[in-house]
């Protein structure tokens, strides 16, 4: 954190249309990490210009329902899935990747919903998940050392000088990209495509794979719940719209900036890139600019929390994000890895419940527990995801706290990123299937059955 976003942005103030408020801007005089250096860029000004003007990609009014979606979930009455690629890319954003994705969502939350006995907020790490933190400034292929790949939004992928060169203009195809995906999203939640007899026929797909078996007996009688609802009378045409939310990292702050608008109902800031959107592990420092400027906005807001994350840390987090301690504002996702979630999180949880607020507790069992494999591949086994989601299960049954919700990297196709599974791949299949440009994800069969193994657990206890 060398430099202030106002040092290294000369066409602040902005003169465009963007949304003015107090303190909305204040962030720009704080440390700030991991942006791209493009503000002497000529396509810089623009860029922020149009993205001022352009409408929302969502409304002030379906953040509001999000929140109070979360404040239930807080209170242990809902539970949150929120799931999508590490980092989402405009080749990918295709009618049938995004299909794949939104349908696997779908079908893990119908298991899901059935073990927990609980309404399942569906929500995607999609339409913007095109920023990444990296941890080192460049990357370096043999005699070449050229600028790391920090997401679509930013840079592409290629190792070249040119498409490693921070490109301001890539934030306006971001927004179109961004806006197409959730058009589809839209179409796919509220069009017939999320009938829960569809979904529920989908899944039968998965037991039909002999390595599935030991899923029958779940399945089973989420099939008998599915008909026992229909002889009873059950409005099934009410279960073919989904409530569906966005979310996305909130690194790039130019971006979040020219897209928060004043909601004309509450004279607010609403930062309308997406309803949900939350602070990294890398970027959640108090005094940081991203700190801030999320403390601003209304959306709902997660924070990451790694093992080093001490309950000073949770603690000063909440009272700079949620001090009027409103249920469904914050959001604690632990990322702590599988090796350290049943001795880190307790004292965590225990200080934050002590303390009064009210947070939503989430596990993102993906990011602790990346390792390379012995042939050179960025991954997970899924032995170590489950065994975190089984720990952080643990830790909250054994304090009396909700487990509230599922963060993965995750897709719908049938990619080979993460070991293991029942049906496991192995290394090898990494050569061919390996499709992420950054973290390793479930792939879809892998997906559902972490869907499988949570709702048996959760079933277990209630
Ligand atoms: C991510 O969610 O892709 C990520 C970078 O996570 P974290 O901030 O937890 O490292
Ligand atoms: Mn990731």
């Known amino acids: 954190m060398s430099q202030t976003p106002a040092e ?21 005089s704080l440390p700030i990490s991991q942006q791209p250096s493009w503000h002497d860029d000529p396509g810089y000004a623009p860029a922020i210009a149009e993205l001022s003007m352009v409408p ?28 999508g690629d590490c980092a989402e890319t405009f080749e990918a954003a295709t009618a049938d990747k995004i299909s794949a ?7 893990m939350s119908v298991v899901l919903t059935y073990g ?3 309404p399942v907020i569906k929500m995607g790490r999609m339409a913007g998940q095109f920023a990444k933190p990296r941890s080192s400034n460049d990357e370096t292929r043999g005699e070449t050392t050229l600028p790391a790949y920090r997401g679509d939004m930013v840079n592409g992928f290629e190792f070249t000088p040119e498409s490693r060169r921070h490109d301001p203009a890539r934030m306006v195809r971001a927004y179109h990209t961004s806006a197409s995906t959730l058009n589809l999203i839209r179409a796919f939640t ?23 078996s030991r899923y029958e007996s779940l399945a089973r009688d989420i099939d008998r719940a599915v008909r026992f609802m229909d002889v009873c009378g059950a409005d099934f045409e009410a279960l073919k719209r989904v409530e569906f939310f966005a979310s996305h990292e909130a690194l790039l702050l130019d971006y979040e900036r020219a897209l928060t608008r004043i909601d004309s109902r509450t004279g607010q800031p609403y930062d309308t890139s997406a309803h949900f959107l939350w602070i ?45 301690r409103e249920p ?31 947070v939503l507790w989430v596990t993102d069992p993906m990011h602790g527990n990346t390792v390379t494999s012995p042939n050179g591949y960025k991954t997970r086994n899924f032995d170590d995801v489950m065994d975190e989601v089984r720990g952080f299960f643990e830790v909250h049954n ?12 995750m897709t719908g196709d049938d990619v080979s990123e993460c070991l293991g599974g029942a049906d496991p791949v192995d290394q090898e299949a990494f050569v061919e299937g390996y499709e992420s440009v950054c973290d390793p994800r479930l792939n879809h069969m892998q997906s559902l059955e972490m869907a499988f193994l949570v709702a048996g657990a959760l079933a277990e206890k209630g």
């Open 8 to 28: 290294l942005d000369p066409s602040f103030p902005p003169t465009s249309g963007a949304a003015v408020y107090p303190g909305l801007d204040d962030w720009r």
């Open 56 to 83: 929302p990609l969502v409304f002030a009014g379906e953040v509001d329902i999000l929140r109070d979606r979360l404040a239930q979930a807080a209170q242990g009455k809902a539970f949150l899935l929120q799931g």
């Open 101 to 107: 994705r939104v349908r696997t969502i779908l079908q």
């Open 116 to 118: 927990a006995s609980l």
């Open 190 to 212: 509220q069009g017939g495509f999320a009938d829960l007899r569809l979904v529920h026929h989908w899944n039968r797909g998965f037991t039909a794979n002999p390595a599935h």
């Open 280 to 324: 990294g592990e890398r970027t959640r420092d108090l005094d940081s600019a991203h700190v801030d400027f999320l403390s601003r906005v209304r959306n709902p807001i997660g924070v990451k929390l790694g093992p080093n994350s001490t309950p000073e840390d949770a603690l000063a987090l909440i009272d700079k994000l949620d001090p009027n």
């Open 328 to 358: 469904g504002r914050l959001t604690f996702i632990t990322r702590m890895g599988a090796q350290n979630i049943r001795e880190k999180l307790p004292t965590l949880v225990e200080k934050v419940t002590a303390s009064g607020a009210q």
């Open 398 to 409: 054994a304090l009396g706290t909700f487990p509230g919700g599922l963060h993965v990297e």
